[in-house]
């Protein structure tokens, strides 16, 4: 497989519709990353589930998530299924991000194609905050049926893809009735994106733009 290895991983935006998307869409790859990077800056912000239980939960998984990183977690409290109907609030929290964290060097954010309103409206909004930085857009499994075909793939350990799928069990105890948020979901999807990239497990992820420097 062809690599692709950043210059620098020493910051990291991590976007959410929804307390448990990132971890669900990009847990794996952000404990790989802060396992072989102590100290790194992680900047996260959700736009539901302030003030509710989920903010809990949300706090406790991002940090299991994120072992030795300097962790900032804001949560915003737009209705769940409602992200249009406060698109204001949503492009605010957004450009409030960019302040504090101007020049990340990785963003994670759900991809363009996914179908739920909400994942699908933060997406949009990330390239007219962020223009000219890598953006991984990461995907969630659900009843929908809109996983794509993504370009992108973290190769997982075994021990990554399970230590990934335990916290989501541990952390996120409100979710377990969903049907399809169980371990063999991710780690299903988790086997099938590694086979695609010629390892056990992986993560995948799609971007809008990525280019080369042959000359250098």
Not at 11 to 23: F, K, Q, R, Y
Not at 54 to 62: D, M, T, V
Not at 133 to 148: A, F, S
Not at 168 to 194: C, K, N, T, V
């Amino acid at each position: 497989m062809i690599g692709l290895r950043p210059a620098r991983r020493d910051t990291v935006v991590a976007l959410g519709a929804h307390c448990d998307d990132i971890a669900i869409g990009a847990g794996a790859s952000l404990l790989t990353l802060c396992r072989a990077r102590p100290g790194l800056r992680v900047d996260a912000l959700v736009l539901s589930g302030g003030g509710t239980e989920r903010e809990q939960e949300e706090r406790a998984a991002l940090t299991a998530f994120c072992p030795g990183a300097e962790l900032s977690l804001t949560l915003l409290k737009i209705p769940d299924g409602r992200l249009p109907a406060h698109w204001d609030e949503a492009k605010n929290a957004l450009e409030d991000l960019r302040r504090r964290a101007a020049n990340p060097d990785l963003i994670f954010a759900p991809w363009r194609g996914d179908a739920h309103q909400d994942h699908r409206g933060l997406a949009e909004l990330v390239p007219t905050v962020w223009r000219d930085h890598l953006t991984l857009g990461y995907e969630i499994v659900k009843w929908d049926g809109d996983l794509g075909r993504p370009a992108l793939h973290q190769p997982l350990s075994e021990e990554v893809a399970e230590a990934k799928v335990r916290l989501l069990a541990e952390h996120y105890p409100s979710q377990r009735h969903r049907p399809w948020y169980d371990r063999e979901a991710f780690l299903g999807l988790a086997r099938i994106r590694g086979i695609e990239c010629g390892a056990r497990y992986a993560e995948a992820f799609h971007t809008d733009k990525l280019t080369i420097d042959l000359g250098g």
